[in-house]
């Protein structure tokens, strides 16, 4: 079972760049999430949509951009990569309970120079 | 605002011990607790969901537990094996958002043969 795919694996921009992560599941879940993960920081929610068509900001949104595109498909955009955007992006899903599991791929390693 | 903390922040144990990973949480309205396992420059894998109303779950050798009150949930590894060492998150989603996962910064547990 593929789970959640994201693409890339790995991506070097130039401060100024943009560029968008894709992330795709196939377990039919309505509820889909970006995070990133830093050194010391932990993991945080940049955004997420609850469902398809609905989408919302996280703890750490500025910068960033999404589109739900249809229950399958979440993909975040950088508009103008920082420096200060170097880091591990994840995107996870789960089903519409609250009460479930998320589930996580295998993450983008985001390097701005 | 949820915080989320585990101690110790790395763990070295020689194989076969038995050993408890500390997950500690601020506000105890939560929908559940979460354990997952991320290995370097992985993912995390899912291992463990307790719902709210449940004190214990069990998959193999690990075994987890959640005491609400006391804003405490262990991890519990029955006979470490060196295949067990990675970084071991637990996260929790608050009750006014049960999609919003709320990580701690995660126990570094090598097993050494």
């Known amino acids: 079972n593929a789970g959640v795919t994201q693409t890339p694996k790995f991506q070097v921009l130039k401060t100024g760049q943009s560029m968008t992560l894709q992330c795709a599941q196939d377990?039919?879940?309505?509820?889909m999430y970006w995070y990133r993960q830093d050194p010391g920081m932990g993991l945080r929610l940049i955004y997420y949509?609850?469902?398809?068509?609905?989408?919302d900001k996280g703890e750490v949104p500025n910068g960033y951009n999404v589109s739900r595109l249809n229950k399958r498909e979440f993909s975040l955009r950088l508009e103008s990569a920082a420096p200060s955007q170097t880091s591990v992006y994840f995107c996870?899903?789960?089903?519409?309970?609250?009460?479930?599991?998320?589930?996580f791929g295998q993450g983008t390693r985001l390097t701005v120079v | 605002k949820q915080e989320v903390t585990q101690i110790p922040a790395a763990l070295s144990v020689p194989e076969g011990e038995n050993l408890v990973l500390n997950c500690s949480f601020t506000d105890s309205a939560i929908y559940n607790l979460q354990w997952f396992r991320q290995d370097p420059g992985k993912g995390l894998t899912s291992l463990l969901l307790i719902q709210s109303s449940q004190r214990e779950q069990t998959s193999g050798r690990l075994n987890a537990s959640l005491d609400k009150s006391s804003g405490r949930s262990t991890l519990y590894i029955a006979a470490s094996q060196p295949g067990d060492s990675a970084t071991y998150l637990c996260a929790v989603p608050p009750w006014s958002s049960a999609r919003q996962l709320t990580f701690g910064s995660g126990t570094q547990l090598t097993v050494l043969p």
């Open positions: 996870a899903s789960s089903d519409s309970a609250a009460n479930t599991e998320a589930f």
């Open positions: 377990m039919n879940h309505n509820s």
């Open positions: 949509s609850a469902s398809e068509g609905t989408t």
